[in-house]
């Protein structure tokens, strides 16, 4: 038990488009999931704190217009990235907090790895 | 602390050597710590975790020892086998629960030969 999905686990887009990333707790309900970015052989970052039914939390330094969260259901929250260009290129990790069934802590998703060219 | 922009120091040893991976902290108020474990492509996976009342714990081949006074952490792999090939990561969650915002250290690659 306790899995965490993201969709798509790679993609590739143009400079300019906009891209969608699904996080989805398969087993569990999640209020709570959380956005990561990891550049490559680097640590991990944390973006945002996903509510469902709520607003995202953002962390400093990270524009809430470029990288739109959605958590409108217990077991999903998407992050948008609006208008990508190359340096929005990363490793995008979700995790999510399982609160009943199970101890209460959080798993964490296989990741997306997004290049814009 | 965080780890902006710095990459990831390694650390290469042989099958069925033990391995020390260190984590140093900034933040004198952190009461809990996780150790994290990430394969090549993979999200991080939960290894083991320890509370501020604890010197040292111990899981399955591994064990991680807190040293508050310098703010330190280690983990320690035993017999350390080409599975355990990753990249190791301490956090820190807020709130000090495992469920809070974690705030990733630096990291450390480890690469085990046969």
């Known amino acids: 038990g306790a899995v965490v999905s993201q969709h798509p686990s790679w993609v590739i887009c143009k400079s300019g488009t906009s891209v969608k990333i699904e996080c989805r707790s398969l087993?569990?309900?999640?209020?709570?999931m959380f956005w990561y970015r990891q550049f490559p052989k680097q640590s991990l970052m944390l973006m945002a704190t996903s509510n469902e039914g709520s607003k995202a939390t953002y962390e400093q330094g990270v524009e809430k217009d470029k990288f739109l969260i959605n958590h409108a259901s217990l077991t999903l929250s998407t992050l948008t990235v609006t208008s990508a260009h190359p340096e929005d290129s990363s490793f995008y990790i979700c995790s999510a907090r399982r609160i009943a069934g199970g101890p209460d802590t959080q798993y964490f998703g296989p990741g997306t790895r997004l290049t814009v060219l | 602390g965080e780890s902006v922009g710095l990459h990831l120091p390694t650390l290469s040893v042989q099958e069925g050597d033990n391995s020390i991976i260190n984590c140093a902290y900034s933040n004198s108020a952190s009461d809990y710590f996780i150790w994290h474990k990430q394969e090549s492509g993979k999200g991080p996976q939960f290894i083991i975790d320890?509370?501020?009342?604890?010197d040292k714990r111990q899981g399955q081949r591994v064990t991680v020892l807190l040293n508050k006074t310098v703010k330190h952490l280690s983990l320690q792999i035993a017999a350390t086998q080409p599975g355990d090939s990753a990249v190791y990561f301490c956090a820190d969650p807020a709130g000090g629960t495992s469920y809070g915002k974690l705030t990733f250290g630096q990291g450390t690659i480890l690469t085990v030969h046969p």
């Open positions: 087993d569990f309900q999640a209020t709570t």
């Open positions: 320890i509370r501020s009342n604890m």
